[in-house]
């Protein structure tokens, strides 16, 4: 019964993208020291966009991973503020090249996590509503969530993906092709003594890399600018499981400045509470 439902769910398509009321505009901004990806190597990563009347197109401002044939998982940061209307972003699924003769995804419920205030503050998740199903093929299938036993370490093979910048606001040149690296996952205790490092500004000796962070990354291997929401993946006995969601860093690729991600094992209950409540 839940395979059907899910093959019914994977077999309907998505909606032809329509321009919105409001008008956002945000930069284009890949992956330092990456390499271009091959079609359907990730097929849950998506990229979010908003409509830009600047560009009178629909531009590229997140990534995201498909959870579910319905669910989008990014960075809380990514959207504008908690109310933001639905309306206003598009999900692109499926494709390597950014922007091309493309269906895009509507999406009808955005879910900023309760405790997101910024992202160096964790809880930089959200959940987006699809309103359509993906149509899931070859080269769009979900991804499965981090379970809650499973430590990563740098032992793991883990790669980050994007179409952000290559290096601290050095964009992605067109043909906008998704890029992808493979990066080595850093302990928290570490990371954390090498932000503490590198932060002139001590306040009460303020921890910086939270338990619901994680750390990955090394000099010339990172994500960047318009990576975030995107995934974090790494393989678990020949399948690859969701571990984190691109949040921030100080710089890109930087010597001892791991990137940080969001700790998706932290937030598995939430997110399967949001989607069993309303699938
Ligand atoms: C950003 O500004 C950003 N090097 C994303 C990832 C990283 C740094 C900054 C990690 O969106």
């Not at 503050?121 to 093929?137: F, I, M, N, Y």
């Not at 939270?210 to 990172?222: I, K, Q, T, V």
């Amino acid at each position: 019964m839940l395979s059907l439902l899910f093959l019914t769910l994977c077999l309907v398509g998505g909606s032809v993208a329509k321009p919105p009321a409001p008008a956002i505009k945000k930069d284009l901004v890949g992956i330092v020291g990456g390499q271009n990806a091959a079609k359907g190597k990730w097929p849950w990563q998506v990229s979010l966009k908003m409509y830009s009347y600047y560009s009178s197109a629909w531009v590229h401002i997140c990534g995201g991973s498909l959870i579910h044939p319905k669910w989008v998982l990014t960075a809380a940061h990514c959207i504008h503020h908690r109310n933001t209307d639905p309306s206003t972003y598009r999900v692109l699924a499926g494709e390597i090249y950014l922007y091309g003769d493309q269906k895009l995804l509507t999406v009808s419920r955005i879910i900023v996590h309760p405790d997101f205030v910024y992202a160096s503050r964790g809880a930089d998740v959200a959940l987006l509503q699809l309103a359509e199903p993906a149509d899931c093929s070859g080269n769009v299938q979900p991804i499965r969530l981090s379970s809650l036993n499973n430590e990563v370490t740098q032992k793991d093979e883990c790669w980050v993906t994007g179409w952000g910048a290559l290096r601290y606001y050095g964009w992605l040149p067109p043909p906008f092709r998704l890029q992808e690296v493979k990066v080595q996952v850093v302990e928290n205790s570490v990371c954390e003594q090498l932000y503490q490092k590198a932060t002139w500004y001590h306040h009460d000796d303020r921890r910086i890399i939270f338990d619901d962070m994680l750390c990955a990354g090394s000099e010339g291997r990172d994500s960047c600018q318009g990576d975030s929401g995107g995934p974090l993946v790494c393989k678990n006995s020949d399948s690859w499981t969701l571990v984190g969601v691109v949040s921030w860093g100080y710089g890109c690729g930087w010597r001892d400045l791991p990137g940080i991600y969001a700790r998706v094992q932290s937030y598995v209950p939430w997110i399967k509470q949001h989607i069993q409540s309303s699938s």
